[in-house]
């Protein structure tokens, strides 16, 4: 909990404690030995390209901490985005030896990527990035997710 007389630095100090004791390791987080299961309901690909827009969009945040690192001041900032910087490259790892269970991974959307490229761009106030990434980008996700079932079912 927020104690009135921290800083910022101080909460992210605490954040950083936090990530750092709840860190996890998809070899351990998961029993890669259980076959996957694809759904018979979605059209053919639309999974493998789903893991894909979701590795690009960890891999992205990662290099966002990485990014955010340098711009925003204090220790305990640092430490708690190095520790989220590790914690998206799990994520990123985890999908992709999951897509590469399945087979071949598919391609990241241009789209998707153009939004990360924009986004990265950005040579504001750092915070507002944070800002895209969590409200923005993440709010943008869902539709493109839809409208990308949409176009594989038409196929
Ligand atoms: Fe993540």
Redesign the pocket.
Known sequence: MKRLQDSPDQVFARLALRAEAEAWQPEEAFDWSRPIVTSLLWPRGLERRLLAQLRHG?AA?GALCRRLCHEIPGQGAARFLAAQAA??AR?AAAYAAYAARMGEEGAPDADLDEIFRAASSWSGHPLALVLAFNVVIEGEAPPRLSAAARLNASR
């Open positions: 960890e945040t914690d998206e994520h």
